[in-house]
């Protein structure tokens, strides 16, 4: 089972950027997903979560109104738009997938994690 995350990049603060999560292995669509990140010198925290039908989804509070989390079952991955990039995002993101249905904050929720891919926003 594998948790692929793509998409980071080395970019300028207001631009954008679409991270992916593609799962290979088995499916997850029965499982609620999660983006984290960490920062260098921080703890792992929680960016966004989807259910597992796409019908909740959840933020952290300073990526709301920047950052969508979407699905795609179909395809067994997981996006996240990250839109008017700020540097303060920078950090290594990773994808996850949950132990049940929903999505949680809590790191100790998730059964599977992604290797990880940097971003880095510039000023």
């Known amino acids: 089972v594998q948790l692929q995350a793509s998409g980071g990049g080395l970019v300028q603060a207001g631009d954008s950027l679409r991270l992916s999560c593609a799962a290979s292995?088995?499916?997850?669509?029965?499982?609620?997903m999660g983006w984290f990140r960490q920062a260098p010198g921080k703890e792992r925290e929680f960016v966004a979560g989807?259910?597992?039908?796409?019908?909740?989804?959840s933020y952290l509070d300073s990526v709301k109104g920047r950052f969508t989390i979407s699905r795609d079952n179909a395809k067994n991955t997981v996006y996240l738009q990250m839109n008017s990039l700020k540097p303060e995002d920078t950090a290594v993101y990773y994808c996850?997938?949950?132990?049940?249905?929903?999505?949680?904050?809590?790191?100790?929720?998730?059964?599977?994690w992604g290797q990880g891919t940097l971003v880095t926003v510039s000023s």
């Open positions: 996850a997938a949950n132990r049940g249905a929903y999505y949680t904050a809590s790191l100790a929720s998730y059964v599977y």
């Open positions: 292995g088995r499916t997850f669509s029965n499982n609620g």
């Open positions: 989807i259910s597992w039908n796409s019908g909740s989804m």
